[in-house]
């Protein structure tokens, strides 16, 4: 069975430019995860889906950062426009309920220049 | 306050040793508890379940305090191939019902 997939492995971008990532869950799973994890540290949630709907989004710097999972499959995270101290991995998770636990993809290492 | 608090280390052990690694947790609503190891450049991966009554998977015992907040890992006969950061991830089903990761403990396991 496929584990949940990330794309772009890596990125590196501009300040100021735009930038996306996609996440593909385990087939199945309700539940989906977008982190943000900065070297040192443990991933920090940045939003969370239950199918279609985004259940808890209050960590997510709503003026540059945007998501969606319009069918409640794969997920897009966005950043217009790019910052420098966004440069970090943004890792997708997803699980078959909330609170079980959690399946990664390898993330997305983002370089903002 | 942090939601899960944990001591980065690093711990540097050498082969065959016992290590131990505790973490607490700020939210006494929590209702599930995890450890996932992590590797250098790597994503998360489980590592077990940590159950009210502690369990075991081979070299590796979890157990949880809820008294005390607090839920440990013990890593019996270490291996090379232990080292890794280990993350402690804790659950909190009231209100945002996530996961809530901790820092990491980074351990060297030396020859």
């Known amino acids: 069975e496929a584990g949940v997939v990330q794309s772009p492995r890596y990125k590196i971008i501009e300040k100021k430019q735009p930038v996306a990532f996609w996440c593909n869950p385990i087939s199945g799973h309700n539940t989906l995860y977008w982190y943000r994890q900065n070297l040192g540290q443990g991933p920090e949630l940045l939003i969370r889906?239950?199918?279609?709907?985004?259940?808890?989004d209050s960590q997510l710097p709503k003026d540059r950062f945007s998501a969606e999972r319009l069918k409640g499959v794969d997920s897009t995270l966005k950043i217009q426009p790019a910052e420098l101290g966004d440069s970090a991995v943004y890792l997708c998770?997803?699980?078959?309920?909330?609170?079980?636990?959690?399946?990664f993809g390898q993330g997305t290492r983002l370089t903002v220049v | 306050r942090k939601e899960v608090e944990q001591d980065p280390g690093p711990f540097n052990v050498p082969e065959g040793a016992t290590v131990a690694f505790n973490c607490t947790y700020s939210?006494?609503?929590?209702?599930?508890f995890f450890w996932y190891r992590q590797d250098c450049r790597k994503e998360p991966k489980l590592l077990m379940s940590v159950y009210s009554s502690g369990n075991e998977d081979g070299r590796f015992t979890a157990q949880l305090n809820r008294a005390s907040q607090y839920i440990s890992l013990l890593i019996r006969d270490s291996k090379l191939s232990d080292s890794a950061t280990y993350l402690c991830v804790v659950n909190i089903q009231t209100g945002a019902n996530n996961l809530f990761f901790g820092t990491g403990t980074r351990l060297t396991v030396i020859p």
């Open positions: 889906y239950e199918n279609e709907e985004a259940v808890d």
């Open positions: 939210n006494s609503a929590s209702q599930s």
């Open positions: 998770a997803s699980s078959f309920r909330a609170g079980g636990s959690a399946f």
